[in-house]
């Protein structure tokens, strides 16, 4: 069965640093999300993306977050200048359009130390 | 703004009883309804996805139904088992063209052997 993959699962970083999530969405899926969820809170929303660019972004997603899809597999969120508030599980998804079933990955832990 | 909310936080039952699980939304002008299953550390695993025109949906021992005009949404697991302990998450799909999932805060389940 296809699946999203996330990579890498766990990741630790410095406050102030940059570190790059990494997704493959499901090939023949057109909308590609990402969610993240702080630890004992509820899943939250971050950006939406549609051919070639961002169709839906939260209030969250200010200019330290960026998003790209730089080949036609791989899609990436980019979290500038990190911070401990930066920590928790992202989730990258895709759907082949929003009101089909979305297909989350296993997830990311960005834990920023 | 959408506020989805789940009760009970937490659920613990011996195996073989038939449970419900409930949602409640504040906006009842949704698209479709989502309930998902998470596994500790894991990804979000979709169970079943209901549109704002459907009643209820079943796949295999779990049944979903909605009432749109009331905000309610209810999970019910038959003979459950101690493989269905996890965290149940609803999530809701607003119409008016938004592509974000709006969840709430899950029910941890726990099946007791």
């Known amino acids: 069965e296809p699946e999203v993959t996330q990579t890498p699962s766990h990741q630790v970083t410095q406050m102030g640093q940059e570190v790059i999530l990494r997704c493959v969405p499901i090939?023949?899926?057109?909308?590609f999300y990402w969610y993240r969820q702080i630890l004992g809170q509820k899943v939250e929303f971050l950006v939406s993306f549609y051919n070639n660019e961002i169709s839906e972004k939260s209030e969250i997603f200010d200019d330290q977050f960026s998003v790209e899809r730089p080949d036609g597999s791989n899609f990436t969120l980019k979290i500038r200048s990190t911070k401990l508030e930066d920590s928790a599980m992202y989730f990258c998804?895709?759907?082949?359009?929003?009101?089909?079933?979305?297909?989350f990955g296993q997830g990311t832990r960005l834990t920023v130390v | 703004k959408q506020e989805v909310t789940q009760i009970p936080a937490a659920l613990s039952v011996p195996e073989g009883e038939n449970l419900v699980l409930n949602c409640s939304f504040t906006?009842?002008?949704?698209?479709?309804l989502q309930w998902f299953r998470q596994d500790p550390g894991k990804g979000l695993t979709s169970l079943l996805l209901?549109?704002?025109?459907?009643r209820e949906q079943t796949s295999g021992r779990l049944n979903a139904s909605l009432d749109k005009s009331s905000g309610r949404s209810t999970l019910y697991i038959a003979a459950s088992q101690p493989g269905d302990s996890a965290t149940y998450l609803c999530a809701v799909l607003t119409q008016g063209g938004s592509e974000k999932l709006v969840f709430g805060k899950g029910t941890k389940l726990t099946v007791n052997p």
């Open positions: 209901i549109q704002s025109s459907q």
């Open positions: 906006d009842s002008a949704i698209y479709n």
């Open positions: 998804a895709s759907s082949v359009d929003p009101g089909r079933v979305a297909f």
């Open positions: 090939s023949n899926h057109l909308y």
